[in-house]
């Protein structure tokens, strides 16, 4: 556990490679275009985004393509074939090469993250994960998230991974809610000795939880809307 905490306690997003792992309807794609346009406005090196969701969800980050490649990043999703998507090519390459960045937006359960687990060597120290919790998505409740992380974290074949706080009701989420929402996730974590990495909030609401939270928050600007499609 300590070994664990130490690793998040000072979060920042200079890691070669990021994976976020998660439920579908956790939030894990908006918080991966996020982190890759940040990334990618920052300079160094090259940051490629792969779209590896493969179970079909609500909102794909393939819709935000437009806005990840303006800012400078290289967008990687593989085609579709009889409506079900096929993985991107260069994915185990791109995780080794050492003169690039890669955010992975892996797809919403133990199956979608097998398929990068196939791209994971057992032995990858650049690559770390992070798993996205809206305590406010069904089926979040203590036992169905850690039956989820266990099964989704084991597919992947990454090392245990920090947890992001992400309490979301929809474009209505008021401060209370997130400071709600946020102070439930961290009584979860505490019983179970795990590491949180940072909240993320909505940009409007940045300021605000910067005030009380008591560690690292993120502003997100979201991108994939309601309806089938990115935000106009």
Request: proline fraction near 6%; hydrophobic fraction near 40%; include cysteine.
């Amino acid at each position: 556990m300590r070994g664990r905490e130490q690793s998040c306690r000072h979060w920042d997003a200079t890691g070669k490679n990021i994976v976020f792992l998660g439920p579908s309807g956790s939030g894990k794609s908006e918080i991966a275009l996020n982190l890759a346009i940040l990334a990618a406005g920052e300079g160094g090196m090259p940051v490629h985004f792969f779209d590896m969701d493969q179970t079909k969800p609500l909102f794909r980050s393939r819709w935000a393509r437009d806005a990840v490649e303006r800012s400078g990043a290289v967008f990687h999703s593989g085609l579709e074939f009889l409506d079900s998507p096929v993985l991107p090519d260069g994915v185990a390459g791109c995780l080794r090469n050492e003169n690039i960045r890669c955010v992975l937006d892996t797809g919403g359960s133990a199956a979608g993250a097998r398929s990068l687990g196939q791209c994971i060597s057992g032995e990858d120290r650049n690559t770390r994960a992070l798993y996205v919790v809206d305590v406010y998505r069904p089926f979040s409740d203590e036992r169905s998230f850690l039956e989820d992380l266990s099964a989704i974290t084991a597919a992947a074949r990454l090392p245990f991974p920090c947890i992001v706080s992400n309490p979301n009701l929809g474009e209505n989420t008021s401060i209370a809610d997130v400071k709600e929402g946020h102070a439930r996730l961290l009584e979860i974590l505490e019983r179970n000795g795990l590491p949180l990495a940072f909240l993320a909030v909505r940009a409007p609401l940045l300021e605000a939880a910067s005030e009380w939270a008591d560690c690292p928050v993120e502003g997100l600007t979201l991108r994939l809307g309601p309806g089938g499609g990115p935000l106009k």
